[in-house]
């Protein structure tokens, strides 16, 4: 499967404030990935699809204006949290899909907003 | 919409002993599904994959059972050891091959393995 990246590891920020989080396919050109979202003792729930050069694809619910989602090259997608609440406060994690089958993930990013 | 759902929140085995993690779905026209391990602050961590045209597929200690009938699906962890113990979810895919598309997760089952 691909090498997937993902920074940072964890990040503290002010409610109100945006932050950026990376994630890198470091072996495998992928034109697609995909944003997930993991609160506490709760399962993974996908925010969104990722696509090269285009839009992203929000799934229901997700307010694609808070969470702006760029991927600009093959080997790079960019997740935005704008004007954080305590309430974005979880566990993001990205996911590449591999040449054949199969999804990796990257170790994801702690977020906590105060 | 249609959703993939674990039996059992937690799981106690004792070292040594074999494991069993069920998992039901209920989209019948998914037709890829894979168990994922998740330890605590981490991503998921691949662990096997099966797709709808096969019923069982074997892994280094572990097994997926897929039984299409009954929606049902199974990981089978052999001679469990202690690095055994974390969340592992079961995953589906209904599109593989014609497009990308994003997975839906089950509930996650705790694995606990005591010494």
């Known amino acids: 499967g691909a090498v997937v990246s993902q920074h940072p590891s964890w990040v503290i920020c002010k409610s109100g404030t945006s932050v950026k989080i990376e994630c890198r396919s470091l072996d495998f050109q992928a034109t697609t990935m995909f944003w997930y979202r993991q609160f506490p003792k709760q399962s993974l729930m996908l925010m969104a699809t990722s696509n090269e050069g285009s839009k992203a694809t929000y799934e229901q619910g997700v307010e694609k204006d808070k969470f702006l989602i760029n991927h600009a090259s093959l080997t790079l997608s960019t997740l935005t949290v704008t004007s954080a609440h305590p309430e974005d406060s979880s566990f993001y994690i990205c996911?590449?899909?591999?040449?054949?089958?199969?999804?990796?993930f990257g170790s994801g990013t702690r977020l906590t907003v105060v | 919409g249609e959703s993939v759902g674990l039996h059992l929140p937690t799981l106690s085995v004792q070292e040594g002993d074999n494991s069993i993690i069920n998992c039901a779905y209920s989209?019948?026209?998914?037709?890829?599904f894979i168990w994922y391990k998740q330890e605590s602050g981490k991503g998921p961590q691949f662990i096997i994959d099966?797709?709808?045209?096969?019923d069982k597929r074997q892994g280094q200690r572990v097994t997926v059972l897929l039984n299409k009938t009954v929606k049902h699906l199974s990981l089978q962890i052999a001679a469990t050891q202690p690095g055994d113990s974390a969340v592992y979810f079961c995953a589906e895919n209904i599109k593989v091959g014609g497009g990308a598309d994003g997975l839906t997760f089950g509930k996650g089952t705790h694995l606990i393995i005591q010494p």
């Open positions: 099966i797709r709808s045209n096969m």
């Open positions: 989209n019948s026209a998914s037709d890829y």
């Open positions: 996911s590449v899909q591999g040449r054949t089958y199969g999804y990796t």
